[in-house]
């Protein structure tokens, strides 16, 4: 069954963008689609869970340096990247960067979907604690080290007050920071702030250091 399958496809050229995703969907996946890198790592924080497809020759940002970002940004979906015919210098960065396969263009469909297929059973090999795991640590990589500093002391408890006190600045200014780091992890409370940072080791590290 293919039909619960999001394949999200990051190509500029406006007619393989139409018929990929007529192809795939006639092949049973959901498909989304995106005109550049820009486009898709401006939606990819809120996106579902899928496979991407990323053509390497794009305008504004290429192929490699949508993957990554998609690295430094913990994105934990598996990524197919389509290279123009003899590239293989290219699609061999591609794979040391992470990508689990490559596809040279022109693809013939069969060569395509069972490329998406290999992807997708990674994929579903995956527990969704190694995504949580993978996600909270690129979220907490996004920290400036003083928001990591407040991040630590709200993991072992302390008040504002006291995390100001230890890194002799202001409670409202560690006010500032709690909100900023709040809002880089995408959490609307403490204890979601709590759980990102358990899952990327936070309080484990820490305290066997401490």
Avoid: W
Avoid at 81 to 106: Q, W
Avoid at 180 to 185: F, R, V
């Amino acid at each position: 069954m293919t039909e619960h399958k999001l394949i999200h496809l990051v190509d500029d050229d406006d007619a393989v963008r139409h018929s990929a995703s007529f192809m795939l969907r006639h092949a049973g996946f959901t498909v989304k689609t995106y005109p550049d890198g820009v486009a898709f790592l401006d939606s990819v924080d809120d996106a579902a869970l899928g496979c991407i497809l990323l053509d390497v020759q794009m305008p504004r940002m290429d192929g490699l340096e949508v993957q990554e970002q998609l690295n430094a940004r913990g994105v934990a979906m598996p990524v197919i990247v389509l290279t123009g015919h003899g590239d293989v210098s290219v699609a061999v960065k591609a794979m040391k960067a992470g990508a689990v396969d490559f596809v040279e263009k022109p693809y013939e469909k069969q060569t395509l979907v069972e490329a998406l297929n290999r992807a997708f059973q990674r994929l579903e090999e995956r527990t969704q604690r190694d995504l949580l795991v993978d996600q909270a640590k690129g979220r907490v990589e996004r920290l400036t080290p003083r928001e990591h500093e407040v991040l630590v002391g709200l993991v072992e408890g302390q008040t504002n007050k006291s995390i100001a006190d230890d890194l002799n600045i202001s409670p409202r200014t560690v006010e500032i920071h709690r909100a900023n780091l709040m809002e880089k992890l995408g959490a609307t409370s403490l204890s979601a702030v709590l759980r990102i940072a358990f899952a990327a080791g936070i309080g484990f590290e820490d305290s066997d250091r401490g």
